[in-house]
């Protein structure tokens, strides 16, 4: 038991005296990157899957690429 309250209270020294945390600011701006950057890759993960995957029905105009060579093979 005094292994874990030796563990619990080295845990709390270090995330109150040891680490850094970032400012407001920082925290704000950090997070605006990641928001902007995670929109980006969704959206380039959607263009690249309608464009070369297989979507919409059997009559759907387009059904990608691969649907596309699906179709005429």
């Known amino acids: 038991m005094s292994k874990v309250r030796e563990y619990i209270s080295e845990t ?3 995330m109150v005296h040891r680490v850094t945390w970032p ?3 920082e925290l ?3 997070t605006i990157i990641v928001v902007v950057a995670s929109v980006f890759i969704a959206l380039t993960i959607f263009v ?3 464009t070369f995957g297989i979507n919409g029905g059997k009559n759907s105009l387009w059904q990608g690429l691969l649907g596309f060579i699906y179709k005429t093979f």
């Open 12 to 14: 709390v020294t270090e």
């Open 23 to 25: 400012t407001w600011k």
């Open 28 to 30: 704000q701006s950090n």
């Open 48 to 50: 690249m899957d309608f």
